[in-house]
Nanobody
Framework: QVHLVECGGGSVQSGGSLRLSCAAS????????MGWFRQAPGKGREVFAA????????YYSDSAKGRFTISHDNAKRTMFLQMNDLKPEDTAMYYC???????????????????WGQGTQVTVSS
């Protein structure tokens, strides 16, 4: 099991930026897949970005493409999410997730992850 702890959430105005961090209990290159989810009040959980630390390959949903950047620092055992041009609709609880062992699941599926952080709140005001 990979232990994950997020930080970096907060309140910003529309157009602002935030950088979320997800500290892992092991080196990120030993983890097959890592991702960022979010859940807005009254809505379902949405996975919107993923990274395969071993290869560096990244994937984004349409809602995240162009504004969000996922990355990792193996030495710091940390995954990051740089969020720019934030909008009120980005308001949600943000979670990082991981899957240590390789599989054939698609990055955008909930079942592609089995370890989760506790979440960090992001609030964007207009």
């Amino acid at each position: 099991q990979v232990h994950l702890v997020e930080c970096g959430g907060g309140s910003v105005q529309s157009g602002g930026s935030l950088r979320l961090s997800c500290a892992a209990s092991e080196y990120t290159t030993s983890i097959y897949r890592m991702g960022w989810f979010r859940q807005a009040p009254g809505k379902g959980r949405e996975v919107f970005a993923a990274i395969y630390p071993g290869t560096g390959r990244t994937y984004y949903s349409d809602s995240a493409k162009g504004r969000f950047t996922i990355s990792h620092d193996n030495a710091k055992r940390t995954m990051f999410l740089q969020m720019n041009d934030l909008k009120p609709e980005d308001t949600a609880m943000y979670y990082c997730a991981a899957k240590r062992d390789s599989d054939y699941r698609i990055w955008s599926s909930d079942s592609a992850y089995n370890d989760w952080g506790q979440g960090t709140q992001v609030t964007v005001s207009s």
